[in-house]
Each structure stands twice: as structure tokens, then as C-alpha cells.
């Protein structure tokens, strides 16, 4: 299939993301966004709506994240698209071979990965960036239809302890494992999963992270270089 080739089992999973309305306390959040804007992007058209994931439908190594930005991927509709998250994670994918634009501004800058699939646990932006246990709950059969889909998928890279959290719930919903408590969020985190996949830990690229100095980029890069020998191993 041509790495281009968005196939129907996507198409009809996004369609249905993008049409969500289960939980209206994000409802109410990221559309109230959408129209109040920030002065920054005042002239911008926020795309207010869940967001879907983005990449490869072949893809070895799936980016999971917590939830849409306020006023970045709920402004342009695509994950860790025009905020400080993804300034600070696009370079690393470019350098690592699964991204060809070190940048991601808008949902028609050009920019496509390769090998590499991003999604969220939420798909719409929360309050003060926590969606609500129930809210996460809302979202899971979206995860779990999307991991499904990846048929290549051989590594989970999860950014921080909700997208961590996300993959094992979904491994506890498919009987994949009996429990969490062996599997310990902490950056660097590695571990071989029941499924065949391996599951990568890192500290989600937020600015409380990265202005802060507990995520530096080599960090994260490190992150991402194991991803990639990894899948390269298969």
C-alpha cells in the first residue's frame, strides 16, 4: 500500500472522531476555545472539533500523547501541530528519520511521517490539559480500533504517564495483561509487552517539561533512536 493511501478502515475511525460528542464538558471546552481564540491567532479559523491521529498507516512505532492543546492541535486539527509540544518533538522525529519537515505548523505545510503514527489518549482538548477519567474512558474504543488497524505496529512510545497509562489500559482491555503494577512509569522506561510490541516511556514534551530542564532534548531523542532500532529489528 502507498504510504499515502489513507485506507477505509482510517478513513470511516476519523470521520467518526472528528463527529464525537460523548462528553460535553469538552465539548463545551474546545468549541468556547475555538471562538474566543487566542490574541495570537485571532485571524486564525480554530478547527474546534476532536482531533484525529496522524502518520503512517504502516507504521512500526506509534507516538501516544495525552490530549489536544487549547491552541494547538484544537487550533489546526492535527496532533502536536502550531504549539510548543510539537516545536519541541517534530525536530527530534525529522532527525530520526519519521518525519520530513522538522516542523509542523498547519494541516497542509507538507509535512509527512514515515514509519510513525501519532494519536492521544483524548481527542479533545481539556481543561487545564486533565481530562477526566470518564472523559478518557469515552475515548478508549477509539485507541483500541486505531491499534488494531496499525497492523506493523511493533512500538509504543508513550509521552508521559496518561499516554503510558492509555496503552496499558489497553492491554488490561484486550486480556493482554492481568495487571499494572509491574509496568512503572518513568522516563526511559522500557518493556517487552505480552503482544510482541515494546512499550517506550519518556516525559511528555510539554513546556512544565521542557522549560523546566526535566526533559531535555537529548533525552527525548535517546527516546527515539531506540524506537527506531527497534523497529528496524523486525
Known amino acids: 500500500m502507498n504510504r499515502m493511501v489513507v485506507p477505509n478502515w482510517l478513513e ?3 470521520a467518526e472522531v472528528v463527529a464525537c460528542t460523548r462528553c460535553s464538558r469538552l465539548v463545551e471546552y ?3 476555545i475555538a471562538r474566543e481564540k487566542r490574541r495570537a491567532y485571532r485571524d486564525h479559523e480554530y478547527w474546534g472539533k ?9 507504521a512500526r512505532v506509534l507516538v501516544l500523547g495525552l490530549a489536544p492543546g487549547a491552541h494547538g492541535s484544537n487550533r ?10 510539537g516545536n519541541f518533538m517534530y525536530p527530534v522525529l525529522y532527525e530520526t528519520g519519521f518525519a520530513s519537515l ?21 481527542r479533545c482538548a481539556p481543561p487545564d490539559n486533565k481530562p477526566l477519567p470518564e472523559e478518557l474512558v469515552n475515548c478508549a474504543p477509539f485507541l483500541d480500533r486505531e491499534i488494531e488497524g496499525l497492523k506493523n505496529l511493533r512500538v509504543v512510545v ?8 492509555a496503552y ?6 484486550r486480556k493482554m495483561i492481568a495487571s499494572k503494577r509491574e509496568y512503572e512509569f518513568r522516563h526511559g522506561a ?4 505480552p503482544d510482541g510490541r515494546v512499550l517506550l516511556a519518556t516525559y511528555h514534551p510539554s513546556n512544565q517539561n521542557t522549560n523546566t530542564g526535566k526533559l531535555t532534548r537529548p533525552m527525548f531523542a535517546k527516546v527515539f533512536e531506540r524506537a527506531r532500532r527497534l523497529a528496524d529489528q523486525v
Do not use: H, K, W
Not at 76 to 85: I, L, Q
Not at 158 to 165: P, S, V
Not at 168 to 173: A, G, I, T
Open 12 to 14: 470511516v475511525l476519523n
Open 190 to 193: 522500557e518493556y517487552a509487552m
Open 50 to 58: 476532536p482531533v484525529p491521529g496522524f502518520g503512517d498507516p504502516q
Open 76 to 85: 489546526t486539527g492535527r496532533p502536536f501541530t502550531g504549539d510548543a509540544s
Open 102 to 122: 522538522p516542523t509542523a505548523i498547519s494541516r497542509d505545510d507538507g509535512q509527512v511521517l514515515t514509519d510513525l503514527y501519532i494519536t492521544a489518549a483524548a
Open 168 to 173: 496499558l489500559n489497553y492491554q488490561l482491555r
Open 30 to 32: 474546545r468549541e468556547r
Open 158 to 165: 508513550a509521552l508521559g504517564r496518561i499516554g503510558f497509562e
